[in-house]
């Protein structure tokens, strides 16, 4: 069973607020995603990072920010929520082997009014 | 450009039936492909992976897959539904590009009925 918590589970903030949306994985994976969903849509890569103080942006274009300060942390964060920003947002890791199986987690489902 | 295609959107079936999702792939070679099952506001599960040798793939709850590189498909089958199996489905692949991450379909929605 994979260890990848995310929180909050869902969240309803007004617009304009700044906010961070935590991922942790305990299984010390070097490589670490966040997955934008939209409901009922596919899953767009918008940050990913391959270990401590590497980040790189996806393929989705992003107004949030991602850090990797410690290897099981990958915290995103969105300077001014607009609702735009609407969506649920899946984090997920995966293991420095040739594989690239991600393990996923339950994703926060942001609404921004 | 790559790309990754479940073209049906939603599929219904019956508790019993069989079932086939179908997945193609747009790439020169042979990428690594994955299948994944999500409940309503959950993550993603990995149910089974291909990333070489036999090219039917056996994965969790009675599901399998089988590559076909002539067709650049992925096909997700399960010999007999179960209600508990209705939820989206979403094929992935990795293109063994240096950018190691999944890109993934548009998914289909399973409905099962009784």
């Known amino acids: 069973e994979a260890d990848i918590y995310q929180t909050p589970r869902y969240l309803v903030i007004g617009t304009g607020k700044k906010i961070t949306l935590e991922c942790s994985q305990t299984m010390g994976h070097d490589k670490m995603y966040w997955y934008q969903q939209d409901p009922g849509m596919e899953l767009h890569l918008i940050h990913y990072?391959?270990?401590?103080?590497?980040?790189e942006k996806g393929d989705l274009s992003s107004e949030s920010t991602v850090s990797r300060i410690r290897t099981e942390h990958f915290p995103l964060t969105l300077e001014s929520a607009r609702p735009s920003h609407t969506s649920q947002y899946l984090c997920?890791?995966?293991?420095?082997?040739?594989?690239?199986?991600?393990?996923f987690g339950q994703g926060t489902r942001l609404t921004v009014v | 450009a790559q790309s990754v295609t479940q073209p049906d959107i939603h599929i219904t079936v019956s508790e019993g039936a069989s079932l086939e999702l179908r997945c193609n792939y747009s790439y020169g070679a042979t990428p690594y492909l994955f299948w994944y099952v999500q409940s309503p506001g959950q993550g993603l599960q990995l149910l089974l992976k291909y990333f070489s040798g036999d090219t039917l793939v056996q994965g969790i709850k009675g599901f399998e897959a089988e590559f076909k590189r002539s067709q650049s498909s992925f096909n997700l089958r399960k010999p007999s539904v179960h209600w508990s199996d209705a939820a989206e489905y979403f094929c992935a692949v990795d293109m063994n590009t240096g950018r190691r991450a999944l890109t993934f379909g548009s998914g289909t929605r399973l409905q099962v009925q009784p």
């Open positions: 990072s391959y270990g401590v103080n590497s980040t």
């Open positions: 997920a890791s995966g293991d420095n082997s040739l594989s690239t199986e991600a393990f």
